[in-house]
Every structure is written in C-alpha cells, then in structure tokens.
C-alpha cells in the first residue's frame, strides 16, 4: 500500500465511502477527488495521500451524503448530492470554492456524466418515493437546466453520454436513449 487516509471520524455511524475516486490533473499534478456520505469532498494528492483541501459541503447521513463519484470536465469538479440539500455542486479543482450549485427536490445518487459543456444526472431515492424520478441536463457553465424527462421511477444508476445521445437506466429496470434537439 503507497499510502491511506481517513476523510472524517466515523464513530460507527456507519458513514462510508460509496462513491469511486475520480483521477484529474490539476496544474499538472495527479489528483484524487472524492465524497463520503458525511457529506465532505475532499480532494488529495494521488502520490502521497495528502490532503490538498477538504470541504463539508452537504449534511449526510448513513445512505445519503455525496455518495455519486464526482465529474471533471477539465475547468470545475461536479458533485452529486443525495444529502441536504440534494442537487449537485461545482466546485474549483484548486481550493474548493463552490462555483454554482443546484438544488433538486430529489437526492442525486447517480455520478454525473460530463461533456461538450453540458452535465447529465439522474434524480430519486433508493427508498421512500421511488415511484420519482428524472434525468436532468444542465449547462456546466452556470448549472441552468438545459432539459428534464420525468421518469417515473427513481434514476440512481450513472447516465452515459455518447455523442449527442444520452443513456440512462431507472429503478423498474428500463434503460432509456435520449437525444436532446433531435
């Protein structure tokens, strides 16, 4: 093992680490970023484990937080809430500074997918109000919504986006194409 950290004490709340880390470059150096379902975004340095700066963004809980792996898009990190409050965040790569943020009415478990300035995430609960659901695409620039397709069913698997066509998958196990303006 190179090297292992801890992002918050436990202290057996069961507050784990759900989502994958997310490789970027910052300035030319390996980074780590990653949520925990306390609800803090840290980000580190890939080869020592260093913490490079950490935030509290959300209020978490067992099963809610940030738990969707982040975004990169080269300018700012995406980060997928299912905490209070739920929606996603973008934060600067360098110091954290929230950029943009917003809010949904629905927990954001899904890992957004990111491209051609535009960021795709899915909405709904693993348990209550399943019966809820969307996917979302909203511009990277300043987190305005671009489209919604109400689902019916709560999407908490990861889109994908694959030129101009979205994928995305929900809750009653249908698997959905979208192709935005065409």
């Not at 970023?33 to 840290?42: E, K, M, P, R």
């Not at 980000?43 to 937080?65: F, I, K, N, Q, Y």
């Not at 943009?100 to 995430?121: D, E, F, I, M, Q």
């Amino acid at each position: 093992m190179a090297w292992k950290t801890s992002l918050y004490p436990d202290r057996g709340r069961g507050l784990d680490v759900w989502a994958t880390p997310l490789l970027f470059l910052s300035h030319g150096r390996e980074r780590v970023a990653i949520g925990g379902q306390a609800g803090t975004f840290a980000v580190l340095e890939a080869t020592t484990g260093a913490v490079a700066w950490s935030r509290d963004l959300v209020a978490g809980s067992a099963g809610h937080g940030l738990v969707g792996s982040a975004g990169f898009d080269g300018r700012s990190l995406y980060v997928p809430s299912a905490g209070e409050p739920s929606g996603v965040l973008a934060l600067s790569p360098e110091d954290g500074a929230v950029r943009w943020k917003v809010s949904s009415g629905r927990p954001v478990y899904s890992s957004p997918a990111v491209g051609l300035g535009v960021l795709v995430y899915g909405e709904g609960a693993l348990d209550g109000d399943l019966p809820e659901g969307a996917v979302v695409a909203i511009s990277t620039v300043d987190g305005s919504e671009l489209w919604r397709m109400e689902t019916g069913a709560a999407v908490v698997a990861s889109p994908a986006v694959v030129g101009e066509a979205v994928y995305a998958a929900d809750r009653r196990g249908h698997l959905m194409a979208f192709r935005p303006g065409g």
